[in-house]
Structure formats: C-alpha cells, structure tokens
C-alpha cells in the first residue's frame, strides 16, 4: 500500500512539475521578417521572392531603401525611383527576350547595370556615391565569401560520389 501511494504522490508531483513549465509561443523571424513557417511555405512556391514582384515594387523598394541607407533628399529618392523604374522595366523584358539565353542575357543585363550605375552617379553626391560603392564592393566580397564555401562543398560532395563504385 505503501509503494502505490508513494508512486501515486510521485505521479503528481511530476505531472505538477511539467504542468508548471510555461513555454512562451512565440514566432522566430527571419532576417526578411517572415516566420519559419511562412519561410518554408515561400520556399514551396517554386519562386524567389523578387521573382513575384513587378518592375514598380522593385523600383519602389529600391529607392527607399537607397533614401534610408545614404539620407537622400525627397528630389534625389523620385530621380531614383525613376531610373530604378527604368532599369527593372528593362531587366524584365531582357529576361522575357533571352529565356532561353542565359550568355547573352548577362551581357545585356550587365549593359543595363552599367547604364543605371552611371546615371546613379549623376543624382548621388560623391560623398553618398563613394559609401555607395564601398557598401558594394563589401556585400560582393562577402558573397565571393560565401561562394567559396559552398562550391567547395559541392565539390567534395560531388568527387565523394564519382569515387563510387556504383555498378551493381
């Protein structure tokens, strides 16, 4: 009688202890706001994010985020939006001409680019053009960075698998 009341009171307590555990609900955020959850669903879409927006939101995202990243004026941010209006408009009808070529879709894109980074230097004051290219030249190295790893780790994977015997 003794051990089934103990087990019993044992019971309780235990059931007591995790009970009493409160665990706070909350959302963990991505970097680009969206939960975990949202993330995943994103990702079985099949598309990129920036893949879905139209040459407006492009320009339009761009621009404020150039007038918050160098304190641009309100008549520096409409010229920009303006050529950034242009540039996504351009890029977009670059990808529909050249689906299925990607060699020269670059060259021309790389045209564009070029074009708009001239113009850019136009409306920016050297100062906010120089922190513009130093920014740059940071986020590149950085995805060079972040290349090299992951393309190293392909490799081995992919040279892993060539040593294979797979004959059955």
């Not at 879409?45 to 492009?58: A, F």
């Not at 680019?113 to 030249?137: C, G, I, M």
């Amino acid at each position: 009688m003794k051990k089934v009341a103990l087990a019993l009171v044992f019971g309780i307590l235990s059931v007591a202890a995790v009970s009493a555990q409160t665990t706070q609900n909350t959302k963990v955020k991505t970097e680009n706001g969206r939960s975990a959850k949202q993330k995943y669903e994103f990702k079985k879409d099949g598309k990129k994010d920036h893949q879905k927006r139209t040459p407006e939101q492009r320009a339009e995202m761009q621009a404020k985020r150039l007038q918050t990243q160098f304190n641009l004026t309100d008549a520096q941010a409409a010229k920009i939006r303006e050529l950034s209006l242009d540039k996504a408009t351009q890029m977009q009808a670059i990808k529909v001409k050249y689906a299925e070529d990607r060699k020269a879709m670059g060259a021309e894109m790389k045209n564009v680019r070029n074009n708009w980074d001239h113009q850019l230097k136009s409306v920016l004051t050297p100062a906010q053009y120089a922190q513009f290219e130093k920014e740059r030249a940071e986020k590149m190295a950085k995805r060079k960075e972040n290349h090299g790893k992951h393309k190293g780790q392909m490799g081995e994977h992919k040279g892993k698998m060539k040593g294979k015997n797979l004959e059955n």
